[in-house]
């Protein structure tokens, strides 16, 4: 009890400054890793540095002889195995609120893009499918169809979607401002879906925001209605005005 009190008299602000700093960082990775498989791939590990504590404990040299070995690479292994999440991560840093202001004019400019193309859509009747990529990466959904580089402009998501084009009966994907893929084929929701008038643009828009967080824009070709999904919840009949407001983050008003 002494030795802690004695250590904790010896601590200055700079101590307090790096545990809180190095807290802070495990803190965030471990929620960055809740969000992905990865977290089970870090149980494992630690699983293995149980072991590896138990074999010396007990003084289990082959296991411990294999276990140094691993060990020995781990870091290296770490990151090919972690390296998704930890450009996943960066990438998060920096679309952090303080990093925004040289993307908030890009931001902009895809949002009134994007706009101005479901606009013109429903004004036309024209099915259609896009989903906005945030955190989750959506390139191995983008595999499905046709994989594409070109900037999300208005005029390029109409002509996709016009009737007998290519690329017209499938998805969009968004990441960025660049399109990353077109006649996308995404996952149908696995809920039963209570509203009979949904049909199967609005059930692969309640899958893919199942499985990710992207933002998933539907015109419905019968009735021209827009609507918006995320995380599992729909919003129908959306305005301009009302989805420039859920582009900006504004929550969903129905399910």
């Known amino acids: 009890m002494m030795q802690v009190l004695n250590l904790a008299g010896r601590l200055d602000w700079k101590d307090v400054l790096q545990i809180l700093l190095v807290a802070g960082g495990i803190y965030y990775l471990l929620r960055l890793l809740a969000r992905t498989g990865a977290i089970q791939m870090l149980i494992g590990v630690l699983l293995f540095v149980g072991i590896y504590f138990a074999a010396r404990l007990f003084e289990l040299q082959l296991i411990l002889y294999v276990l140094e070995n691993l060990f020995r690479y781990g ?10 999440e930890l450009r996943n991560g960066l ?72 009737p007998y084009a290519p690329l017209h009966d499938g998805a969009v994907l968004i990441s960025g401002d660049t399109i990353i893929g077109a006649g996308v084929i995404l996952p149908l929701t696995q809920f039963p879906v209570m ?15 199942e499985e990710t967080d992207a933002i998933v824009l539907v015109v419905s070709e019968e009735s021209a209605i827009v609507s918006v999904v995320q995380r599992g919840r729909i919003e129908r009949e959306v305005d301009a005005e009302r989805l420039r407001a859920v582009l900006a983050g504004a929550p969903l008003t129905r399910t």
């Open 195 to 209: 509203d009979k008038s949904l049909g199967t643009r609005h059930r692969a828009a309640l899958g893919l925001s």
């Open 91 to 162: 990438a998060r840093i920096g679309r952090a609120r303080s990093f925004r202001f040289l993307s908030n004019l890009q931001q902009r400019e895809l949002v009134d893009e994007v706009i101005e193309a479901v606009v013109r859509l429903a004004r036309g009747k024209i099915g259609a499918i896009i989903a906005l990529e945030r955190d989750t990466k959506l390139e191995d959904y983008a595999e499905t169809g046709t994989m594409l580089q070109a900037r999300a402009e208005a005029d390029l998501l109409v002509s996709i979607f016009s």
């Open 75 to 84: 870091a290296i292994a770490a990151l090919i195995i972690f390296q998704p």
